[in-house]
């Protein structure tokens, strides 16, 4: 190969466009692979593991152990951090293809194709534009960034605590007089 592939989205020869992890000759074909690829894409590598976990399909095992596998590529071969990672790119090439055949009617013979693939997923870490931009819409959604379980704890208990205030202050609001229903005692029925 003369350059550097164009899905791994580095356009500069000879530069490392991330870390990468390489499943070879996975008994499965490679548009089925891709289905599962399209969903994780460009995405953080938490969110992309949880998508993973809930997909129902058997390529999504595959691609989510490439997945760790390619993490700890990073942290171990390049020491990056693993909450700072994203997939940058990952794509399925076909792989070697067997070819099997099935007896038919009269004599013939109908050919299986026994497909094959090569997934490769290469990771790398967030820009500083893309780190700010996510931490933005962390806070947007009213969470704030903690890893230890100690502080989310108590950034839990800070929450309750806010939303009992606030309750206490609207049931001791002044309520305007109702009208009360009046009941007959001679009937018992309501005017």
Do not use: W
């Not at 190969?1 to 870390?19: D, Q, V």
């Not at 595959?62 to 794509?91: E, G």
């Not at 806010?162 to 009208?179: G, I, L, R, Y």
């Amino acid at each position: 190969m003369t350059g550097p592939k164009l899905n791994e989205k580095n356009r500069i020869a000879g530069s490392s466009s991330g870390t990468r992890a390489r499943a070879m000759n996975v008994r499965m074909s490679a548009s089925k692979v891709r289905v599962v690829l399209n969903l994780i894409r460009d995405a953080d590598v938490k969110s992309a593991d949880n998508t993973l976990v809930l997909l129902q399909r058997d390529s999504a095992h595959d691609v989510r152990k490439l997945l760790a596998s390619a993490v700890a590529n990073a942290v171990n071969n390049d020491s990056k951090d693993a909450d700072d990672l994203y997939v940058k790119a990952c794509f399925a090439d076909e792989g070697p293809t067997m070819k099997r055949f099935r007896p038919r009617a009269k004599g013939r013979a109908g050919q299986i194709l026994k497909r094959s693939c090569h997934i490769t997923i290469v990771v790398d870490t967030l820009t500083e534009k893309a780190m700010a931009s996510r931490e933005q819409s962390i806070e947007a959604k009213g969470a704030t960034k903690t890893s230890s379980r100690s502080a989310r704890v108590a950034a839990s208990r800070d929450r309750v605590q806010k939303s009992v205030a606030t309750d206490a202050a609207v049931d001791s609001a002044p309520v305007a007089d109702e009208p009360v229903a009046q009941v007959s005692t001679e009937s018992g029925e309501e005017n």
